[in-house]
């Protein structure tokens, strides 16, 4: 499947993910600014701050959504394991860096089981499809709940299933990377706390970037975090002392409750 | 109702508190209801009497053999319209399979890539040639096909409903696609799928029902048409499914049959129009059944 990207050696060293210099616009709206950081291979990296400060953007340059929207633009680049993406077919590297949205946007017209398979059965790739909707659907915790009727259309799940169904779906075809846009900010709290605990379990084998509005969940969730400020990365560390101790005034401000 | 007006312009309230008494509602809403009742009884009075008026007088005609036999001559009883049926069924085949491809197929353009200056050309053409007169598309037909090959023809009909099939479906296709949200689409880019791949696979999959349901109300526009079948398909007493050959159709024979003097024939034509109509009618209900099951899924 990887033909443009074969493997390459691993270097412990390198983060999975290095991102240098990235800017991104749209039209004449500057929404990411001169942004570097690294994620290491099988962390958690959470990405805070206000509404419009440029997380979602960040995050879909990083598997090349953003250059999908019209009038879009970035420069700077982006590693994935030391290969710049910007130079590798996009299709491929979204089958690296897969993705969940902020709203569940399951395919309506395809079951359960069709959804779960839909990336690899799109691509013509052949395997076990029982086999990986079960595997898929029990990490995200959704095989007992909808075991019996796989065949029932997507739609008829809650939203808190759907978006356990779209992770399920981004599983399924086995990326390294795995960004979620604010997965669980239309889930009810029993559905979030899921999530929460699936997350914790794929990062065992995943490197995972998550957006997120709620402190709480960076911190229950995240090894690092970054906080971003009108496009611009304000800080970046481990989670613990960018709460605890935030070396930056506007850090403390944000964490603290004092605006945002 | 009145009061709460004159509060707002006054600008005494933002929102009024108490507009008029609950029975001065009351019967404002009943008069309000009373006269949207009206209103769709009187656009249904038309409705329904041309059903009445076709069903009533078309009635007494059909018959097994009116499906089946072809057309007798003057004076002479019984025979049917079975060859017209057919013609009509055939050319309208013929104009989906020319049209169908073409018209959804422009609609996926304007949809995909329509952003661009083609796409306005293209959007623009199609308006245009969506208020063109049917007799003019006949006209056309004749002057592009009949002419040059010194004879009326299945395939000048098929291509003058074609033309006029075209412009209406890519408009609808392209409604219909757009109407798919983008998420969907990002969801499958996002999995690695490529961009032509995803269009096919999730965006028309997902738009499928509503192109299905305006395909049909396509082609049981084009079962409607006289005009431009006059000039290019023309008429024929018997059966026939060579494409270069004169054809038949249900609305070509009732116009022959409504013009002439007979009184029988008239009455055939109010049998072929029931015909018709049915025909139109059984169509339009698949589409709109084809779009329920669609919705519910
Ligand atoms: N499609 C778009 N067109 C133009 N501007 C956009 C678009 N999407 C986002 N923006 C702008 O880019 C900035 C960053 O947006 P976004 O990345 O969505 O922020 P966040 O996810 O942190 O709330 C905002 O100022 C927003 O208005
Ligand atoms: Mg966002």
């Not at chain 1, 240098?20 to 291979?41: E, P, R, T, Y």
């Not at chain 1, 613990?240 to 004092?258: A, I, M, N, S």
């Not at chain 2, 057919?86 to 073409?102: H, Q, R």
Request: aromatic share 6%; charged share 15%.
């Amino acid at each position: 499947m990887n033909v443009a990207l074969s493997t390459p050696v691993a270097d412990t060293a390198r983060p999975k993910l290095e991102v240098q210099k990235l800017d991104a616009w749209f039209g004449n709206v500057h929404a990411v600014k001169d942004i570097s950081l690294g994620v290491d291979a099988r962390s958690v990296l959470a990405i805070i701050g206000p509404s419009g400060c440029g997380k979602s953007t960040f995050v879909r340059c990083l598997n090349r959504m953003h250059e999908l929207t019209p009038g879009a633009r970035s420069e700077g680049r982006v590693l994935l394991d030391g290969e710049d993406v910007y130079a590798v077919d996009p299709v491929y590297l979204r089958r690296r860096v897969g993705m969940v949205f902020q709203r569940p946007n399951v395919f309506p017209t395809m079951s359960i089981r069709d959804n779960v398979v839909a990336g690899l059965r799109l691509n013509r790739v052949r395997a076990d499809y029982e086999a990986i909707v079960e595997r898929t659907l029990t990490q995200t915790a959704l095989w007992d709940e909808v075991k019996d009727r796989l065949d029932a259309s997507a739609i008829a799940l809650s939203g808190g299933q759907q978006q356990r169904l779209c992770i399920a779906r981004a599983l399924a075809v086995e990326p390294e990377v795995l960004l979620m846009d604010e997965p669980a900010s239309a889930l009810d709290p029993i559905a979030t706390a899921k999530i929460e605990e699936l997350i914790d379990e794929l990062k065992q084998q995943y490197t995972i970037v998550i957006v997120t509005h709620n402190m709480q969940q960076a911190i229950r969730i995240s090894d690092k975090t970054a906080f971003f400020y009108m496009g611009v990365l304000i800080e970046h560390g481990t989670t613990q002392q960018l709460f605890t101790r935030p070396e930056r005034r506007e850090t403390e401000d944000y964490v603290t409750g004092k605006f945002g | 109702m009145n009061m709460a007006m004159t509060n707002v312009a006054a600008g005494q309230y933002a929102i009024p508190r108490r507009v008029g008494s609950h029975r001065a509602r009351a019967v404002t809403n009943g008069v309000m209801t009373g006269l949207c009742a009206a209103a769709v009884a009187l656009a249904l009075v038309p409705l329904f009497s041309v059903l009445w008026l076709v069903v009533s007088k078309g009635i007494h005609s059909l018959s097994l053999s009116f499906f089946t036999k072809l057309p007798a001559p003057v004076g002479e009883l019984g025979g049917g319209v079975g060859n017209a049926i057919v013609g009509t069924l055939f050319m309208v085949g013929l104009a989906s399979c020319i049209g169908l491809p073409l018209g959804v197929g422009a609609g996926i353009f304007l949809a995909e890539r329509g952003d661009g200056k083609l796409g306005h050309v293209v959007r623009f053409t199609a308006e245009v040639l969506a208020g063109v007169p049917s007799i003019v598309v006949g006209v056309v037909a004749y002057g592009l096909i009949v002419l040059p090959m010194r004879h009326f023809s299945a395939m000048a009909g098929a291509v003058a409903l074609a033309i006029l099939m075209i412009p209406t479906l890519a408009r609808a296709t392209e409604e219909m696609i757009r109407l798919v949200p983008r998420s969907l689409r990002e969801a499958s880019l996002a999995l690695g799928v490529p961009a032509w791949r995803t269009s096919l696979s999730v965006v028309l999959r997902t738009a499928l029902g509503g192109l299905i349901n305006a395909a049909l109300l396509a082609i049981a526009r084009a079962a409607g048409e006289t005009a431009p079948l006059l000039f290019t398909a023309l008429n024929n007493q018997y059966w026939n499914l060579h494409p270069l050959q004169p054809t038949a159709s249900l609305t070509v024979q009732i116009y022959n049959y409504a013009i002439s003097p007979y009184e029988d024939w008239h009455d055939k034509a109010w049998g072929a129009a029931l015909c018709l109509l049915i025909l139109i009618g059984g169509l339009s209900l698949i589409a709109r059944l084809a779009a329920g099951r669609r919705s519910q899924a």
